[in-house]
Structure formats: C-alpha cells, structure tokens
C-alpha cells in the first residue's frame, strides 16, 4: 500500500480508521491540509488514488476525507455547517463515527463544495464488503478485542486485560460553564479504581465497602459498569493521589434512632481499619479549549469538569 507525504496530521484525530481506511485499498496524501477553524471534525487526509469499485462506493480522486472521531455525543447540524462554511471547494467525504442527530437529506450545502456523510452503518457496510470481497481479513489481532465471560461472584475489576469505565453522559456541567461539547475531542484518562472496605464510626460502627475513582481527586463510584472494548483515543493525564485519604470521601451524614426520635449524625470513617484493592482503569472523558487556550476535561464517570489545565 503506498502513501505520499507524513502521517502525523491523520493520527491526530482517527489513527485506527487511517490505517483501516488504507488496508481496504484507500490511497491518501497529506500534502497542503485544508485550514479550518478548530472542532470536533479533523481532516484525515486527501485521496489520491482510486479504483472502480471505490469509485462505486462513491469515492473519487482528489476527495478530502474528514473524521467526526470517537466519542460519545452526537454531531448536530450546526457542527457540521460551521466546518463546511471553512471547508475548501471540492469533495468532501465526512466519516461520521459518532451518531449523528439531524437527517442526511438536511445536511448543509455550500456552492462549490460536495459533502458526502457515511454514517456508521455505512463505514461498517464499506468495510463489511472489503471483508467479503477478501481484501482485509476478519478478525485481525489489532482491530478486535474479545471481553472473557467472569463469575458472577468475581469483582468487576479482576478480569485481565485493559479496563474502560462506562461512562454516564451527564453533560450538565458544560451547560453549566457555558461550555459546548461538540467542540471536544473525546480521549482516555488514566486512573485507579479503589475498592475500600473499612468502618463507619458514629453512634455505632456500620462495616461498608466503597468503590471510589481516583482521577483529578477522589469520587464515589457508585454505579460501576464497563465498555466492552477500548476505543482507540488519545491520552490524557490527570493528577493520580498516590496516597489517598479516604477519611473525608467516605465520612457521612446519617439517621440514627434515639430517645427522642431520629436524628443525624456524623459517621466518620476509620482510615486505620480501612482494606483497600486497586486496579489500572481507563475513564473515558472529553477535552476541549476555554477562550484563553486553556484546555478543559470533563470525566466522564464522575462528570467532574476541569478547567485552565
């Protein structure tokens, strides 16, 4: 397979489906990269090459390929008309591989520029014929990951392989800073699952078991899922407490039946008593720039937002 030109502008965004994308035959150059104003769609490459069966599936010569990237919010439409308002004439092939939540016959239109959306299922369609047709083989080493059935008695967290948190999608608090999702980059974030078992102390001693993330500080999980593979995303680092103090996290308010009725005290907990297992995670989360060019991360497990990293 040949390429013209350096690769380091279509890794950015989409290494995995660049790479993909050239086993199924796809000639690209990278030479003169469009200039567009930053967002969440990032140009691949340009097509230098093609044959009468891609050209079948819609491609041609001198198309420029764009990427909508992993993630999990979906493209809008005005995410889409402000990247074509920028975009150069010609051809345009967008990979939409987020969902997208506007209909395809209302995508936008701009005099000399043709845009062409492949949705998911169509990316999957295009490589599905490829696998067919042999042109890539099934089952590639690098491409799929099986997840290992677990006892239900075994912790989440003690399968082998790399472990991705399930994110939970609460946006809020980018609504609330003012913040626009659809301008993020989707990435993965480093961290360690705690799993504390120790004593509640207050007017008696409750023995509990904690699940906590320890990721830019330390949250209560308290729905523990994961994704059934790892996407293929950037990394980004945010502070890891190398000993933490779990005496405040787990400390807590709560109803206790005295003479005179129940009332609320507080249940410290007992650090010294505390048992603790931790395991290497992967947190999903999306990272994008305030109006002074710092960098934003909102976690998406804890859906805690850090601001000017």
């Known amino acids: 397979m040949k390429t013209q030109g350096h690769r380091t502008i279509a890794s950015v965004m989409g290494p995995d489906l660049t790479s993909l994308l050239e086993k199924l035959g796809v000639v690209f150059e990278y030479s003169s990269k469009p200039v567009v104003m930053p967002s969440v769609i990032q140009w691949l490459g340009r097509i230098s090459e093609v044959n009468p069966e891609q050209m079948k599936n819609g491609l041609a010569e001198g198309m420029e390929v764009w990427t909508s990237g992993q993630g999990f919010a979906p493209i809008d439409l005005p995410s889409v008309e402000s990247w074509l308002f920028d975009a150069p004439r010609g051809s345009h092939l967008l990979l939409a591989e987020r969902k997208i939540n506007f209909d395809k016959i209302n995508a936008p239109k701009r005099e000399g520029r043709e845009l062409v959306i492949w949705t998911r299922n169509e990316i999957a369609t295009f490589v599905g014929l490829s696998i067919l047709d042999g042109t890539i083989e099934l089952l590639e080493s690098d491409v799929i990951e099986s997840i290992n059935d677990v006892e239900s008695d075994e912790f989440i967290l003690e ?36 799993r504390v078992t120790g004593m509640l102390k207050g007017p008696e001693e409750i023995k509990i078991e904690r699940i906590v993330l320890n990721c830019g500080g330390l949250h209560i999980i308290s729905n523990l899922q994961l994704l059934p593979r790892t996407p293929m995303l950037n990394r980004f680092d945010l502070e890891i407490e190398s000993e933490p103090d779990f005496s405040i996290l787990l400390s807590e308010r709560r109803l206790h039946s005295e003479g005179l009725g129940d009332l609320l005290h507080w249940w410290r907990f007992d650090n010294d008593s505390a048992v603790v297992d931790t395991y290497d995670v992967l947190v999903p989360a999306h990272k994008g720039l305030e109006v002074n060019e710092k960098s934003w991360i909102l976690d998406g497990v804890s859906s805690k937002l850090h601001r000017n990293l």
Request: hydrophobic content about 55%; cysteine-free.
């Open 159 to 194: 399968k082998l392989g790399i472990k991705v948190l399930k994110p939970i999608n609460d946006f809020s608090a980018l609504e609330e800073a003012g913040l626009n999702v659809a301008l993020a980059k989707p990435v993965l974030l480093p961290a360690k699952v705690h």
